[in-house]
């Protein structure tokens, strides 16, 4: 069942090959513009790999692929409904919620699927192209900007999943949930103007925390409060998912 | 489950929304290996009762079993061995008919991936598996949906207006189809449908429902020879004819129409009702240029059930 619902996601082309082609295509850009910036002031920007190229992925990778997974995921929540499909699977009389839980399964492994070309073309590009000494990279730093590469947009995903699930239209979806991402997800950090310690424990503080933040809660409870906000999303998607009528 | 069991009861089923009632406490019993056309009007209910038989909607009272089960409590099982269309066969536009049954498949499991190539072949899809969805027609996608159906090896097929928007001969090979599924594969068809003239064609067995409620349940000839049976006669003298006839026991009617034609509703229309008919006019001096049995049309039959015509009037226009 995973397998058939990570072929329907996957084959939606214009939101997996075009989240996996965006992130792969901004990960050559970072390079080409590396190799320009170099090229113009080699004394100024010595390095084209190593750090440089390793936070130019970050930055592309955490941002386009995160869109990306929103969009993939809005779509996975809603698609099934909204094209009228999910009369059929329910008629297979599979268990609602567990097929709730494979599609989120399938979404996972499918936002892994098309930010994992993006990702193995930065970290190779990290170690090709030439740097200097002061760009090193430690394997701990690669570890991180892997982590929130990979964390980062699967969270963001799963949420807009449980969105698309709520909303039951591809277009609401997909609205909703890149603004719950890029504007009250942010918002929801003015709560620690109140108390710290709550902010602290709102998405995004939490995620930075076990994304490899210095600052905020101690990293069991942000990962815990992390949790909390993806399964508050995911469970409000399976309880629309449960009691609706096809 | 034995054989005589009814693969579906339903009984005493009623679904509402808000005020309005959708399905009007309706019970009845659909026998194994035979295929009963659900007949009636847009709008009558037929499509809800559906959902409710396949767990998609819930009952607001009344108890629905399929294959044994009690639907929606039991719906896992009841639906293992039941294929469906209900509206209309949908699928994602952008994988081709073969992945479309494939993801089918790994839902369905068992057997079902093994099925794939014969369910194609059944509906005469194989050359167009390859080719994504959104690039068939409505028909192929009728077939195709009818092909997702098999992929569970079902003893129940249930069919939502399943012509829809076929062209005659697409209309044709579906009845070949849905009849090839009861006289070869043993599978019991339930279909529904607001065309009488399809019913009547592919169906054992015929349900009228109007507002939601069954108001009559037999095989064809059960539902006709219920209705008003007539006998058509051209006479030369009708006022005379009339008089004559209105003292026979078993005539409950008589309509004098154009050209000395008398329409006779008889109690039923058999060979001696027909003759002692003849006879009584001959011994009375009529003469009896004409006699023809009138047995109802399923349409007339139906009218006469309902009292409203299948087709709303704005259906007609169009």
Known sequence: MTRALLRTIVGRKGSFLGTAGVTFA?????????????????????????????????????LLGGVGAIVIGALAGSYDVAQGTMRYLVLTGVHRIGMYAARTTALVTAVLLALGPALLLGVLLVFVLPRGPEAGVKPSELGDVLWTCVLWPTVFAVIAMGIGSLLRSNGAAVAIALFFAFAAAPLLGLVSAASKTLGDLMLLPALDRVTGGDDGAPIPAAAAAVVGWVALFWAAGAVRIRRDEY | MSAAEPIIRLTGVTKRFGRTVAVDDVTIDVPRGRCLGWLGPNGSGKTTLIRCMLGLARPTSGTI??????????????????????????????????????????????????????????????????????????????????????????????????????????????????????????????VSSHLLDE?????????????????????????LAGGAATVRLRVDDPGRAAGVLGGLGFVTGIEARERRTLDVSLERVDDESAIALTRALVEAGVGVAEVVRRAESLEERFLEITGAPLVEPEERRA
């Open chain 2, 199 to 223: 019913v009547e064609k592919i169906a054992d067995d015929i349900a009228i429902v109007q507002s939601g409620a069954l108001v009559a349940h037999g095989t064809v000839a059960d539902l």
């Open chain 1, 26 to 62: 901004a990960v050559v850009v970072v390079a080409v513009v590396l190799v320009v910036v170099h090229s113009l002031r080699p004394g100024r920007n010595p390095s084209i790999g190593g750090q440089p190229m390793l936070d130019g992925v970050a930055g592309a990778v955490w």
């Open chain 2, 65 to 190: 079993h399929v294959r044994g089960r009690e639907v929606p409590r039991d719906v896992r099982a009841a639906l293992a061995g039941v294929g469906a269309i209900v509206e209309e066969p949908r699928f994602y536009p952008y994988l081709s008919g073969r992945r479309n049954l494939e993801v089918a498949a790994g839902f369905v499991g068992g057997g079902a991936f093994a099925r794939i190539d014969g369910a194609l072949a059944r509906v005469d899809l194989t050359r167009s598996a390859a080719l994504a969805v959104k690039k068939y027609s409505l028909g192929m996608r009728q077939r195709l949906g009818v092909a997702r159906c098999l992929l569970s090896d079902p003893e129940l097929l249930i069919l939502d207006e399943p012509s829809n928007g076929l062209d005659p001969a697409g209309m044709a090979e579906f009845r070949r189809m849905i009849r090839s599924f009861v006289e070869l594969d043993g599978r019991t068809v339930f």
